[in-house]
């Protein structure tokens, strides 16, 4: 179920700009530095709990988010530092929410698994597996029933396409043609269990042709294709064409969470994605054999990304703990 | 050989109907399987098949006659030949509640509504409204209507969905007449998949919707679990409090009649646990509507828990433009001196019943009908209990884990010196409901129990 190998070059860069190629990699290169950034953090204690990292799967949302307008809506399961990054949201806060600080998204009560944008549309940040898409949805329903051409993204993963929730979702989306892209960020293993291991069926799109919805296999470690399906997801779902379904074929290099011992895959199957399907190395490639960027601008970038993650890190160190009387507020609006 | 057609029970909870139509006209041959009236009950209009052959020999139910009991003979069926002119019910078709005992003395939840209109001259000390308002008698399920169509003439944002709520009006008739008046953008029938329909109306109230939430009963809320708790009533929290749930998660709670186990479950004690939630259970219609509304104005998720025995019980309500009740403050239906009975819900029945008998005893006994189960209004009750220095709960629920426990312990913290006896928690008993008429009797709390219970907090 390994993506097939196809190497950056054969990626369609027509209609694509020096200047998009750069915010791809950079927008994908801050996700991976920033999620290094918290492995850290987490392995010095200043992340606790649980901590889902979302290196090596930069370009699914990276390409889904380059199709989105002001007003579009998203929401993920609980491996959601990258959606945050994706859609505009300050990585201090991200930061600062995953070592539960004042400064933090959710003010430090959320954590990880739990952030939330109401200025930038971001919807969470939810832990229990399969529960966004329904409420995906849900915020597709209400662009639809304000009158709108808003268009919601909800993502889950190859575990979550298995629970019946989402079925149930499908057929309402569907009936009632809600303008929401189910997006599968099919990582290939559901923590531990591999998708052959969960699941006979071929593909995991093609569930959704049983609720008559459209939908397409993409390969989410080549951003030019992930960006091209949304954008004819989006332009289907604005025209109130009802929902539509993307099955982005990706990989997760790093473990479940940050205690998985990873007994399930070789290293070699690890490695062999990183060598030869790396997002981030793909779009580096494009920029230099085209001739958009040299290997001094590129070390410019990678330099003040480093500074942005390094700055979100210290943030974080130096928002203090929420004050006790936080504990009590925003039970009840 | 003639054959009497008995009033049929069309529905769990029904004990009388309306002979809406007769179909046929006497003299017709009337063959099985024809149908030759059409009964209208308080959740539906339904059809009534003949079940045997013969001719209409007299109608003693004329169409159009109201308040005909379950069992009572409507007309007699004569074989050809006979001579139907003399025919007449064989037990006075008039005595409906002879005709109909097991409606009336075995089937508990049935005969708890069928004294139910006792509690309505309870006075409730501490009226919700003006004194002099003008009152009209509203049953519950119509409170409960008024209440969202009011709602939702004043707000567009606010939507109903759920299973039967829109053509079929209403599995229980809550919102009959609703899809006429808003149309389908706003009162939504859903697939049965209340997993999936209670996840999107979260999410809608996450986009700026207030949705309400029609559950056919609580029962099959447990699919749905997951979406009330963990995606409605934490979200606020998780966000540190940038968005969060405003809708109403209602329907049917507790015990109908005969229904078995699966459909007769009391949930109040398991969402009265959850912070995040806010949880009402009304009693009267007047508070089932001032409930309701104030319930849909609120910026948290609501669960309303409805009643389906109590739906066609009929209440006086104040007749004004908006009445709402407040969450979190409790009605003394009747004040007493030696006893203080708290309930909600259905268990306001029992509670009411034996605040009579016990009258009748010399024993004075003040009811408070908590109404809302988060927030729950305490000083109300330590109030009563620093006064009366006995206290009584009763609930249909379960034993363990009971509103009653959490009120006994309260009490125990609060008022501990006041206190003359134990407190004695009524609830329903640790079992699985039952189908069968004597057993559901007696698994159920009755009002028997709680005159007992108060009786040995009194040492009478």
Known sequence: MAPKKTTANTASTANVSKDELLKYYKDMLLIRRFEEKAGQLYGMGLIGGFCHLYIGQEAVVVGLEAATKEGDKRITSYRDHGHMLA?????????????????????????????????????????????????????????????????????????AANQGQVYETYNMAQLWDLPVIFVIENNQYAMGTSVQRSTKSPSLWERGAAYGIKGEEVDGMDVLAVKEASEKAVAHCRAGKGPYILEVKTYRYRGHSMSDPAKYRSREEVQKMKDERDPIEAVRSLLLTGNHATEEDLKAIDKDIKVVVNASAEFAKASPEPALEELWTDIYA | MAIELLMPALSPTMEEGTLAKWLVKEGDTVKSGDIIAEIETDKATMEFEAVDEGIMGKILVAEGTEGVKVNAAIAILVEEGEDASNLSASEPAAAPAAAAPAA??????????????????????EPDYPEGTEMKSTTVREAIRDAMSEEMRADENVFLMGEEVGEYQGAYKISQGMLDEFGAKRVIDTPITEHGFAGIATGASFGGLRPIVEFMTFNFALQAIDHLINSAAKTLYMSGGQMGAPMVFRGANGAAARVGAQHSHCFAAWYAQIPGLKVAMPYSAADAKGLMKTAIRDNNPVIFLENEILYGKSFDVPVLDDFTIPFGKARIWREGSDVTIVSFGIGMTYALEAADKLAEEGISAEVIDLRTLRPIDYDTVLTSVMKTNRCVTVEEGFPVGAIGNHLSATIMERAFDYLDAPVINCTGKDVPMPYAANLEKHALITTDEVVAAVKAVTYR
């Open chain 1, 87 to 159: 859609c505009g949201m300050n990585p201090d806060g991200v930061m600062a929410e995953l070592t539960g600080r004042e400064g933090g998204y959710s003010k430090g009560k959320g954590g990880s698994m739990h952030m939330f944008s109401k200025e930038k549309h971001f919807y969470g940040g939810h832990g229990i597996v399969g529960a966004q898409v329904p409420l995906g949805a849900g915020l597709a329903f209400s662009d639809k029933y304000k009158g709108n051409d808003n268009v919601t993204f909800a993502y889950f993963g190859d575990g």
């Open chain 2, 104 to 125: 009336v003395e075995d089937a508990p939840a049935a005969s708890v509504p069928a004294k139910a209109a006792a509690p309505i001259v309870s006075k409730a000390v």
